[in-house]
């Protein structure tokens, strides 16, 4: 059961590099059509890009800040030997959870909505961290 996370942390990482090449394509078309120029991506304090290229960019500066938690809290586990099934699930309704903030964020970004999936990702984290500490005390 120890390796049990892997999956959900490789499924999560590979979506964090597509996430990356979306970005880098959005950028990358808006530069070509002209609605921002290069100076921007330089320093970051000239006219910006077209909301659909910023929204993207904070979507995927997002996942370097509470998934870094999710990757963590899957680590430490593996390592103490506490993996289980409540982990184990857990970890994907994380991925799921992101998947859907994802959907939201990149779709509608109905904040109202988007909440929600946030909010259970962190739910996840916390019991994660919770079920650590009581594995590890």
């Excluded at 994907?92 to 909440?115: C, D, E, P, T």
Aim: charged fraction near 10%.
């Amino acid at each position: 059961m120890r390796n049990e996370l892997i999956l959900p942390m490789a499924i999560y990482m590979f979506y964090m590099a597509g996430l990356a090449v979306y970005l880098f394509l959005s950028r990358y078309y808006a530069l070509k059509n002209r609605e921002v120029g290069f100076k921007y991506f330089q320093t970051y304090n000239v006219a910006p890009p077209p909301d659909k290229v910023l929204v993207i960019g904070r979507h995927y500066d997002n996942n370097f800040q509470v998934p870094l938690l999710f990757f963590v809290s899957c680590l430490a586990h593996m390592m103490i030997g506490s993996v289980n099934m409540w982990t184990v699930g857990l970890a994907w309704f994380f991925v799921a959870s992101r998947f859907f903030h994802s959907f939201v964020h990149l779709g509608s970004n109905k904040v109202h909505i988007r909440v929600i999936p946030f909010g259970l990702g962190w739910l996840a984290i916390i019991l994660m961290w919770v079920q650590l500490l009581v594995f590890a005390m």
